[in-house]
């Protein structure tokens, strides 16, 4: 790797790099790595494992298509406007991460803590998100067409104007969630708990129980 967007791998391990914005490091091993803060942006990082990645606060505006983040710390990390699409998220830890207008179409985090997390504009479909903790979650003029967020908690998340065709929310907690002009046509909400919700999820969830074989 002799080109100035291709550092050495073994520095980037060794943690003397610390700037890596513009990178191109597609498929690179990282898994293990401690690069809290390191700056990212713009890096082309296709298919890269940070699988278990210490990677606090670091700056990860870039390709991350295919990446591999399964029990990576990344707490405060900035994915906004990222390339997030099929990306895995199994174990990671979120707190105070932000996706804001990232793509995350396909991306997995099932099962996980993603509460108050910004998804604001985020595009999410086809995104797996079963049993996650999405409590205050803001999901505002996102698109979660497809999606699957059966058995999620989305109890007083925020999901004014967002895009729910044909999202799986059966068995979802939308205890006081908001929804205002948001798409619910085909929503399935078999099962989910819409008690304190606007009267729009509730005509929604009736429109379904009146169907033939809902």
């Known amino acids: 790797m002799n080109e100035l967007t291709s550092p050495d791998i073994s520095a980037i ?16 091993d990282l898994a293990g790595t401690k690069l809290p803060e390191v700056n990212f942006d713009q890096a082309h990082l296709v298919g890269v494992n940070f699988a278990g990645a210490n990677l606090q606060k670091a700056k990860l505006r870039a390709n991350l298509r295919a990446v591999d983040f399964t029990a990576a710390d990344l707490r405060g ?40 997390l910004d998804f604001r504009g985020a595009d999410l479909r086809g995104v797996n998100l079963i049993r996650a903790n ?16 059966s058995q999620a ?48 999820l509730l005509r929604a969830e009736a429109t379904q129980l009146e169907r033939p074989n809902a």
């Not at 391990?13 to 690179?28: D, E, F, M, S, V």
Request: proline residues 2%; glycine residues 10%; negative net charge.
């Open 13 to 28: 391990r060794a943690g003397k790099i610390k700037l890596l914005a513009n990178a191109h490091l597609p498929g690179a």
């Open 77 to 116: 990390a900035d994915f906004r406007n990222a390339d997030l699409r099929g990306a895995i998220f199994i174990d990671a830890q979120l707190r105070e991460a932000s996706f804001a207008g990232a793509f995350l179409n396909g991306a997995i985090f099932n099962d996980l803590d993603l509460s108050g």
């Open 134 to 149: 999405l409590f205050q979650a803001e999901f505002s003029s996102a698109n979660l067409s497809g999606a699957d967020l």
């Open 153 to 200: 908690d989305l109890e007083e998340a925020n999901l004014s104007g967002a895009i729910l065709r044909g999202t799986n929310l059966q068995r979802a907690n939308l205890l006081c969630a908001l929804v205002e002009k948001a798409d619910l046509t085909g929503t399935l909400l078999t099962d989910a708990c819409v008690q304190g919700t606007p009267r729009q």
